[in-house]
């Protein structure tokens, strides 16, 4: 599941700019990771099928599936993963529709069974996260993403969805710094270090909470 899209599930992290790699975004089928949106004033966060919206956003995803087309493959794919439960593409591909349909529960259950078949998938534990997340499940979205830079250093989606969380979330600004330090040192040219400069200058402009 390559998707490097950004989902905007996110709520914008401070300025309340909602972007799509945590949210609505699409996933159509090989999408990359979703990044959630941090909310930070930039130009058209980029991208999900997963959005990474990051605010740092990944790129920004196609427009979003057919609704009925959704459904149909939805009812398929149920059907086919109860005939073969090993079926990994299938529990992908739940997973994604799950989450582009808002339905974080079922797709952090579908993405569950595809990580039984491939563990150290780092972008359907990514998507997983993200999903995690709009549950309110701070602490498993964090290890989510956490053990994805453990298995891909440089995946960036997940290091900045951490941040987010830490940031947006649980308030633990130092912890989110750290994370987007770490995109701006894996490349610094990238769109995605830009995003995580953005994020950083947005924290310098919130009230410190006493």
Do not use: C
């Amino acid at each position: 599941m390559n998707r490097n899209i950004v989902i905007g599930l996110v709520i914008g992290l401070l300025a309340g700019f909602i972007i799509g790699y945590f949210t609505g975004t699409n996933h159509t089928a090989n999408q990359q990771p979703a990044t959630i949106a941090a909310a930070v004033p930039m130009p058209s966060p980029g991208g999900t099928p997963g959005m990474p919206p990051n605010v740092g956003a990944m790129p920004m995803p196609g427009a979003m599936p057919n609704a009925m087309e959704v459904q149909s493959r939805i009812f398929s794919n149920t059907q086919i993963v109860a005939r073969e439960p090993k079926n990994l593409n299938a529990w992908k591909q739940l997973g994604n529709d799950y989450f582009d349909t808002h339905q974080p529960q079922k797709a952090v259950d579908a993405y569950a069974k595809a990580l039984e078949l491939e563990p150290n998938n780092a972008d359907i534990l990514t998507d997983q996260g993200v999903m995690y997340r709009q549950l309110m499940a701070y602490d498993k979205a964090i290890a989510n993403f956490e053990k994805s830079t453990k298995l891909d250093p440089k995946h960036t989606q997940s290091l900045f969805n951490l941040g987010v969380v830490y940031s947006q979330d649980l308030k633990q600004d130092d912890k989110a710094i750290k994370a987007w330090n770490r995109i701006i040192a894996l490349d610094p040219a990238s769109p995605q270090a830009a995003q995580a400069h953005a994020a950083i200058a947005e924290l310098s402009t919130r009230p410190k909470i006493k």
